[in-house]
Structures are given as structure tokens and as C-alpha cells.
């Protein structure tokens, strides 16, 4: 998630197990919970799938938290010349890396959480990357735990993030549940599917499933009203191999796609404007839209160079009313009459 939800978390779960010195570990927990995000330090000006590749990978283990706690508690310590015990800041240190890491895991991109055991990425997709409701509950807490010198206002923000958490899964499930039976009446067969929550709120879901070769994108809103189903498009799947040639199979581009393909679990496709473009389509400005929010550019002329790198974040006066009405559950008729991008 964001790092001032990290930061909070981390002070929040600090408050809550400090004993008598919770602004000590209030501190402690805030550092603890920035220090795994240490890796956007990791990167190439060369090779853009650095960043990606070790973007929550060995920083977001488990096996990281302790020793990230150490180097933390050590830095305070020296720092504060000395006058708190180590234990007083390791132990908030370590909550609260492990509440950085493992809020990561709730979200969409996934969390290599038990590395170097695998490289796989946990991601329950139950929340977005950027939450104002988490954030807000977390300050609060915060803040009144501070005033107070006492553990419950933190105790309750952290519990009532758990809880948040716990519709998110709800949330998720309904979504998901949703699109099977519109997949089942379009007589689909689901081989691949992927449901996430859009930025800022669990009630709009962005869904994407396979069906044969292709990929099918659809925006399920589902509140306390009846669910409404946003149909989106299709997109032809690629894999790398369908792009040997024109690329050499040993070319630093095929390479490329190859791990450009891992950390997008496999969910590549062009772009429907940019066909140079290979983009992870799980992820769009709009819920429902065929346009990925980023991707890979392969050129077949440039194989033996690094492939670029691109973004499309541009987000229109009519993007943002459309996205507006599907939060609201406007019907899919209703909305602008335009079909999504």
C-alpha cells in the first residue's frame, strides 16, 4: 500500500504492544513498517524489470523481517544515544515490518512472502493499493493513542482495519461469484481468472478471466443494492513464444518477455492502441477497459537492448464520470452510452 498507510500501521501495531513507552514504539513500529519498501532503491537506467522483478521480493519476506528489525532497533538506538533498552524497540520494530509486509500481501500485486523458499507472490487482492478509509481509521488512532498515552485507540484502529480487511475478502468473493455466472452464460470456460478491488473502495471490482485464447474484462459493483455487471471487451492472450519470431529466442528482448511474463503471472496482451506494447492486463484505469495501466514496448529491431517500458495513466474528465457512475451502481446503459476503451 501507500507509505503514509504503512507508516501508520506500523506506529498503530508499535502503540499497541509498547508498554509504558508507546511514542518509543510507536517509532519503532513507523520505521519498521518503512524500511521493506527500501527496494524501490532497486533499479537499472538500462533494464526497467529491475524495479519490477524485486519490487516486494527478499525486503517483503518473512525471513527479512528479523534482521530488518535489528537494523532498525540498532539505528534508533544509536540514534537515541543509548538510553532505551534494544528490546523496547526491536520487538514494535519487527510488528511493525510485519504489518508492512503482510498488508502488501492483502493487495493486488502480490508479496513474495516466503522467499528464497519461492518466488511465488501471495496476493489476496481483497484491497486497493491506496485506501483513504484504512488510512483515515489509522490516523485517528494514531493520534488518539498519543494524546491518551494508552494502547486502546491503536488496538481499535488496527482491529478495525482487520475487519475492513475481512469484507474486502467478502467483497472479492461476491465479485468473483458474479462474473462466474455471466462467464456461464456466455458459456465460458474459465481456466485463468483474476478479481481485484479498484482504487479506493471494495464495492467496484475489476475482473479478468481466459477463456480459450483470449482474455475477458468485465467491472463487477457489488454493495448492498443488487450487483450490477459492467461488460467490458476481449483481448487476444500472448505468451512469448508467440513473439519468436520476428525476436531471436536468444535475444535480451525474448528474455524479457519471458520475465516480464513471471511477474505479470502470465496475464499478457497488447495493447488494442499501441500493438508494440505488451501489457499486464490485470490492471487498467478503468475496471472494465481492454487498455493496460503499464507495459512492456518490443521492438524486433532493437532485440539485443532492453525493452522499454510504458505507462498509461491517463485518466479523462469522461474516464472519471464513467468510473464514478460504476461506483455508484448506475445502470450499464446509463453511463455516457459509450462502450469502455
Known amino acids: 500500500m501507500d507509505p503514509l498507510s504503512h507508516v501508520l500501521l506500523g506506529a498503530a501495531t508499535g502503540q499497541a504492544i509498547g508498554g509504558g513507552r508507546r511514542r518509543i514504539a510507536a517509532l519503532a513500529g513507523a520505521a519498521g513498517a518503512l524500511l521493506p519498501d527500501a527496494d524501490v532503491l532497486i533499479a537499472s537506467g538500462t533494464d526497467p524489470l529491475l524495479a519490477l522483478e524485486y519490487h516486494r521480493q527478499f525486503t517483503h519476506s518473512i525471513v527479512a523481517a528479523p534482521v530488518g528489525a535489528v537494523i532498525v532497533a540498532a539505528l534508533l538506538w544509536m540514534l537515541m544515544r543509548r538510553r532505551v533498552e534494544p528490546a523496547r524497540l526491536y520487538w514494535p520494530a519487527l510488528v511493525g515490518y510485519l504489518s508492512h509486509i503482510f498488508l502488501d500481501a492483502c493487495t493486488s500485486y502480490g508479496t513474495q512472502l516466503l522467499w528464497p523458499f519461492t518466488d511465488t507472490r501471495f496476493a489476496a487482492s481483497i484491497v486497493a493499493v491506496i485506501d483513504p478509509l484504512i488510512t483515515l481509521v489509522l490516523l485517528?488512532?494514531?493520534?488518539l493513542?498519543?494524546?491518551?498515552?494508552?494502547?486502546?485507540p491503536a488496538?481499535?484502529?488496527v482491529g478495525i482495519v482487520v475487519m475492513y480487511l475481512s469484507v474486502g475478502w467478502i467483497q472479492r468473493e461476491r465479485a468473483e461469484t458474479l462474473v462466474a455466472s455471466a462467464a456461464a452464460q456466455r458459456k465460458h470456460v474459465i481456466t485463468q481468472h483474476?478479481?481485484?478491488p479498484t482504487l479506493g473502495n471494495v464495492l467496484l471490482w475489476?475482473?479478468?478471466?481466459?477463456h480459450g485464447n483470449d482474455y475477458f474484462i468485465d467491472a463487477a459493483r457489488v454493495g448492498f443494492s443488487a450487483p450490477v455487471l459492467y461488460t467490458g471487451g476481449s483481448i487476444r492472450r500472448i505468451q512469448p513464444i508467440d513473439l519468436v519470431p520476428p525476436l531471436n529466442v536468444n535475444s535480451v528482448q525474448?528474455?524479457?518477455?519471458?520475465?516480464?511474463?513471471?511477474?505479470?503471472?502470465?496475464?499478457?496482451?497488447?495493447h488494442p492502441?499501441?500493438?508494440?506494447?505488451?501489457?499486464?492486463?490485470?490492471y487498467s484505469m478503468l475496471p472494465n477497459s481492454t487498455e493496460p495501466l503499464w507495459g512492456i514496448e518490443v521492438h524486433a529491431e532493437r532485440e539485443h537492448e532492453h525493452v522499454g517500458f510504458r505507462t498509461f495513466r491517463d485518466f479523462s474528465k469522461d474516464d472519471r464520470q464513467r468510473f464514478f457512475a460504476m461506483l455508484r451502481g448506475v445502470a450499464p446503459d446509463a453511463i455516457l452510452g459509450r462502450s469502455p476503451k
Open 140 to 143: 485517528v488512532g494514531v493520534v
Open 145 to 152: 493513542a498519543f494524546r491518551s498515552s494508552a494502547a486502546r
Open 155 to 157: 488496538r481499535v484502529a
Open 194 to 196: 483474476e478479481v481485484k
Open 206 to 210: 475489476r475482473s479478468v478471466y481466459q
Open 254 to 270: 525474448a528474455a524479457d518477455l519471458v520475465r516480464f511474463a513471471r511477474v505479470s503471472d502470465g496475464f499478457l496482451a497488447r
Open 273 to 282: 492502441a499501441v500493438p508494440s506494447v505488451i501489457g499486464d492486463v490485470r
